[in-house]
């Protein structure tokens, strides 16, 4: 498999806050980079993609932030709730077809 | 609807047990998929379903056995198992339009004793 990591393993952040998770990436010839959301005993959950020829994208309160350069990939919540508190995955995909890549996570806890 | 439903949410087998795991969507996706999770692990590709034909099987060992009986269905038969084949095993769907929007179904959690 390709080889997708994320800076830190775990971050916390007080509600209403942004939040901001990183990932690195090997694979430069990948074609879409996705986030998808884990929420305890749940599978995952699409968040965003955005296509390598981007470098910007958002969504409802999120914004993924894409910098092929240093093959960096980011997450941006705005104003984050309760609700956000998951395992947050990065994913590529190296055509845009079946065949997603996962990184390692980074769980996200928001305190009241 | 927009589920992914996965059978059973629990499993227990034993490494002589043949078992299955079943999978069901009616979102009328053409692509279908299994994974395999380990604890505090990402999700990695088992195999791909594209039109109801096996499109990927990432290396994976004969014990796990994918079939796609119609656009609907999924399932994975489970034979002689080993302990470390213990796991979340993730069901997922997508629209051959939108593949990076998979799907997924909340999973089936498996312990092989």
């Known amino acids: 498999g390709e080889s997708v990591g994320l800076h830190l393993p775990t971050l916390s952040v007080q509600e209403g806050d942004n939040s901001i998770i990183n990932c690195a990436y090997s694979?430069?010839?990948?074609?879409?980079f996705i986030w998808y959301k884990q929420e305890s005993g749940k599978g995952p959950q699409f968040i965003i993609d955005?296509?390598?020829?981007?470098d910007k994208r958002q969504g409802q309160r999120v914004t993924v932030l894409l910098n092929k350069t240093v093959k960096h990939l980011s997450l941006q919540i705005a104003a984050t709730q309760p609700g956000d508190s998951a395992v947050y995955f990065c994913?590529?995909?190296?055509?845009?077809?079946?065949?997603?890549?996962f990184g390692t996570g980074t769980r996200l806890t928001v305190i009241p | 609807d927009t589920e992914v439903t996965q059978t059973p949410k629990h499993l227990v087998m034993g490494m002589t047990n043949k078992k299955s795991l079943k999978c069901e969507q009616h979102?009328?996706?053409?692509?279908m998929y299994w994974y395999k999770q380990k604890a505090k692990k990402p999700p990695e590709l088992m195999f791909v379903?594209?039109?109801?034909?096996?499109?990927i099987n990432e290396s994976v060992p004969s014990r796990f056995s994918p079939e796609c009986p119609n656009s609907s269905l999924l399932n994975l038969h489970l034979h002689a198992l080993q302990p470390e084949d213990s796991a979340l095993y993730l069901c997922?769907?997508?629209?051959?339009?939108?593949?990076?929007?998979?799907?997924f179904g909340q999973g089936t959690r498996l312990t092989v004793v």
């Open positions: 997922a769907s997508s629209h051959r339009d939108r593949e990076t929007e998979a799907f």
């Open positions: 994913a590529e995909s190296p055509t845009g077809a079946n065949n997603l890549f």
């Open positions: 979102m009328g996706h053409r692509a």
């Open positions: 955005i296509r390598s020829n981007m």
């Open positions: 694979n430069s010839a990948s074609d879409y």
């Open positions: 379903y594209s039109y109801e034909k096996l499109s």
